[in-house]
């Protein structure tokens, strides 16, 4: 059984969403963390600087949304919410799971802060240079991976429905389209509800 440690309307709701499209047994484990309850980091929470999410799958502790995000869709592969080991589309999938941390976030993040990013030795790029490639990609297809919707698409739909009227996000109706694509889902309006306290 995963157990997700989770506060309300934050990065884990994502993973409300995802698990509800896989069908996968879970159960919420609401805790506090630094910046929101003040302080110490919740001792309940495993996430090495109390942060969420994180899961526990009967004691296997997985922090980090793309290693979340991945190891879900390892674990309950029924519902094909990633390509699996050897199967077409994996190595799209490893790299966008990747890119969302190690680029698209700190690339808003950088625009957020006003910090120029420094091209040659940041692991990142401008928001607008990462938003051109996304842009591209997804005026060619539905989702990240073409056709199929994966748990890539839960992080990357949901900032972007996130950010959809904020000046941070530069213009695209491909985008546009693509966030209000993801949170049409029935299993994101669910994790809506479950998130509200429904
Ligand atoms: N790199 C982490 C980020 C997690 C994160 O920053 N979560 C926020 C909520 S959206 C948090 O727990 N903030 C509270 C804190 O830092 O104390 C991931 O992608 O999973």
């Given at each position: 059984m995963i157990t997700l440690f989770h506060r309300p309307?934050?990065?884990?709701?994502r993973f409300l969403f995802l698990l509800e499209e896989l069908d996968a047994p879970y159960q919420v484990r609401l805790v506090g963390t630094r910046t929101r309850d003040g302080g110490a980091a919740d001792p309940?929470?495993?996430?090495p600087h109390g942060k969420v999410p994180a899961i526990s799958d009967d004691g296997t502790i997985v922090f980090e949304s793309p290693a979340i995000a991945l190891y879900l869709t390892d674990r309950f592969p029924k519902n094909r919410l990633g390509p699996v080991?050897?199967?077409?589309g994996r190595g799209a999938y490893l790299s966008w799971l990747s890119y969302y941390t190690g680029v698209l976030e700190p690339a808003f993040m950088s625009k957020f802060m006003n910090v120029e990013v420094p091209r040659g030795t940041a692991g990142w790029v401008p928001v607008d240079e990462a938003i051109t490639v996304l842009d591209k990609l997804l005026s060619a297809g539905p989702y990240l991976l073409g056709d199929r919707f994966s748990a890539a698409d839960v992080l990357y739909g949901t900032t972007f429905a996130m950010f959809?009227?904020?000046?941070?996000m530069p213009k695209s109706t491909a985008i546009d389209d693509y966030a209000k694509r993801v949170v049409s889902r029935p299993a994101y309006l669910k994790a809506q509800e479950l998130d509200a306290g429904g």
């Open positions: 309307r934050t990065r884990s709701t309940a929470n495993p996430h080991v050897g199967e077409p959809a009227q904020s000046p941070m």
